[in-house]
């Protein structure tokens, strides 16, 4: 299995480098090194959705920014190209993207806009997998998964709209009990017997027993878990008596806002510390850390026990939160919302793919030789990393990298729609307390791994496939969204193939000194440390733990695995237990996404808001401060 994905990977990447080199001619290759004119290495068979391997952040798109943020090196020269534009948008995610097509409605179809982005794709976190096998094309979801639609704005319903997107279709197509698109779905919690002493399974609706509405104690009964634990966490869930009964109301709320959640499984409900290990999955997932760092409350709201034993206003709380969790669904497309950026990017730049709909994105085949052209007045660059941009009289200039030569742009307005802790570096201008501000957040670290299996028989056979899996290096392991639109059709055979979506969170546990932003930084490094070899191997390793029992086979059945790693993936959210309580325009992230000239910042980042509707309003209010 490894060596024919190692080549697979080389090939591919092979691919896009001749590629690029067939479409530059001696004379093209001139005119790079000589003439005022941008490269545009992109030729005919240009498609990264379908590269596997290590994705995300992948080889290529952080070292120059590592270089400038790290080191404070930069290109000493730069090439000015003959190009001016009335907007010039550093980032290609859903901000960029939504930034571009909402200046043009302010402004004018006819404004001149470059968008710049690092990576090899537009779209950002909302990446695009794809894998070929038998002729089939099927889809996985790399980064942004889902759509927040209780929380989406006017604005933000307006421009999925226009761009074609059916929230109420979308959300009808999908099978209704998938667990990444609604809280109270039922799934399968997976141990493994290096944390419980042998791997085990049990199927069921986890999500309302731990409210306290369902059967807890059945569920538990399949699992060799010491029965003192299994009492506890019974009695947990439902309630037998006011754990917290010491404190009053007010003691009571700041309690569940200042301790760890982890603490009070330990203290209070007198859980063991493998038994706590049931809790971190969804903390992974949502927040990028373990019990031992999330609060309590924070802990109840992901759907964990405890809500009815913390008294009246817990009893409280939990009915709202069952209604909550019985009414709520999040719609997804078959990708994540890689479709929501591919029509983005078509309504702007229409020659790049067929259709109109949301129903033949799916199959669409993008153009990317159709992103950078000359004669467009959008114009998308990739592999293009900003190293500055700086207020200049009557408009800005952005200087960036690509393929090793710097070259500067010029423009009447800028918009920043990047990750917020790089700013100071891309501006160094700005005031400090700007700066802080900006450089406050740390993003989460994630890692949303794609596998393709040649068959799903051995994953049906085990039970309905979505895992969450305590104690294991991958905490999420679901088929990819099992959506029915248009052409795409859900996995129903058990013989077809099928892609799993595995989540790894890779921040490590908490020695309790540290904060989730120390946390953050901690599981960075180890995501940049850790080679594809290893996750590979952590795939093989798990799935045999997990289906091996029915027949499943790593060597045979694996045939493509594709890795997403996101250094900096969700934005930062601010935690009760870190951190302050600001006044209402004092914190960082508003301070830090303050326009500076005739430079605006637009990212999740500057709402503090890890979600697709976030990066959509950011880039309306930027958008709005350009007169």
């Known amino acids: 299995m490894k060596p024919s994905i190692t080549r697979r990977d080389f090939l591919n990447g092979a691919a896009l480098a001749l590629a690029a080199g067939a479409t530059l001619s001696p004379r093209d290759l001139l005119a790079i090194e000589h003439a005022a004119v941008a490269p545009n290495p992109i030729g005919p068979d240009y498609y990264p959705p379908k590269l596997t391997g290590m994705r995300g952040s992948h080889d290529g798109s952080f070292e120059v920014s590592h270089a400038l943020a790290w080191g404070g090196q ?11 534009y009335d907007l010039i948008i550093v980032g290609g995610g859903i ?13 004018g179809a006819n404004k001149k806009i470059l968008i710049l982005d690092n990576h090899d794709d537009f779209g950002g976190h909302a990446k695009r997998n794809e894998f070929e096998l038998d002729g089939r094309t099927f889809l996985g979801v790399g980064g942004s998964v889902n759509l927040e639609q209780m929380s989406f704005s006017d604005t933000v319903h307006r421009v999925l709209k226009e761009i074609g997107v059916d929230l109420e279709k979308l959300d009808a197509a999908r099978e209704p009990d998938y667990m990444l698109s609604g809280l109270d779905a039922g799934y399968g919690l997976f141990l493994n017997g290096k944390q419980f002493g042998k791997d085990q399974v049990s199927h069921g609706k986890w999500p309302m027993a731990f409210l306290g509405s369902g059967d807890l104690e059945g569920l538990l009964g399949s699992l060799d878990l010491p029965a003192e634990e299994k009492k506890k966490l019974v009695g947990l869930a439902d309630g037998e008596r006011d754990l917290l009964d010491e404190l009053s109301l007010s003691e009571t709320l700041e309690y ?45 709201l992901i759907g964990y026990p405890g809500m009815k034993s913390v008294g009246l206003t817990g009893s409280m709380v939990s009915k709202l939160y069952r209604y ?28 790049v793919a067929p259709g109109k709909t949301m129903e033949d994105v799916l199959d669409a085949r993008f153009d990317y030789t159709k992103l950078d052209r000359s004669d467009s007045d959008l114009r ?55 700066k802080d501000g900006l450089a406050y957040g740390v ?24 895992y969450q899996c305590p104690g294991s290096f991958w905490a999420f392991v679901t088929k990819a969204p099992p959506v029915n639109l248009g052409n795409h059709h859900d996995w129903t055979d058990k013989d077809d193939p099928v892609v799993l979506w595995m989540a790894h969170a890779p921040a490590p546990a908490n020695d309790g000194t540290q904060t989730r932003r120390d946390l953050y930084r901690a599981g960075r490094h180890r995501l940049y440390a850790t080679p594809f070899a290893t996750y590979e191997a952590e795939v093989k390793a798990q799935l045999t733990g997990m289906f091996g029992a029915q027949g499943f086979d790593a060597e045979h059945d694996i045939a493509a695995i594709t890795v997403n790693r996101w250094s900096h993936g969700y934005s930062y959210g601010y935690s009760s237990l870190y951190d302050p309580e600001w006044e209402d325009g004092q914190a960082p992230h508003e301070l830090g996404r303050a326009p500076f000239g005739r430079i605006h910042i637009a990212n999740c980042d500057a709402e503090a808001s890890a979600y697709l509707h976030a990066a959509i309003d950011a880039a309306a209010r930027a958008v709005g401060e350009i007169s």
């Not at 901000?95 to 402004?107: E, F, H, I, M």
């Not at 742009?409 to 201008?429: E, F, Q, S, T």
């Open 324 to 351: 909550f969790l019985g009414s709520t669904r999040f719609p997804i497309f078959p990708d994540g919302n890689a479709s929501v950026a591919r029509m983005m990017v078509r309504r702007l730049l229409p020659e």
């Open 74 to 84: 930069k290109p000493s020269t730069y090439t000015t190209l003959d190009e001016t």
């Open 256 to 300: 569940l806002d200042k301790t760890t959640y982890s603490d009070f499984l330990r203290t209070h409900a007198g859980l063991s510390e493998n038994t706590i290990r049931l809790f971190e999955p969804m903390a992974q997932v949502y927040i990028g850390t373990g019990p031992d760092t999330i609060s309590v409350m924070e802990g109840f």
């Open 380 to 434: 998308l660059r990739l592999n293009s990393t900003v190293v500055n941009a700086r207020n200049v009289e009557g408009g800005v200039e952005v200087d960036y990298s690509t393929g090793g030569k710097a070259y500067t742009v010029r423009g009447k307005h800028c918009i920043l729609a990047c990750y917020n802790g790089m700013i100071p570096h891309l501006c160094p201008d700005l005031p400090q307390a700007q």
């Open 443 to 466: 993003k989460t670290p994630l890692v949303m791994t794609n596998v393709l299996l040649r068959s799903g028989a051995a994953v049906d056979a085990t039970g309905p496939a979505q």
């Open 95 to 107: 901000s960029g993207l939504t930034s571009a097509y909402l200046y043009r409605q302010q402004a």
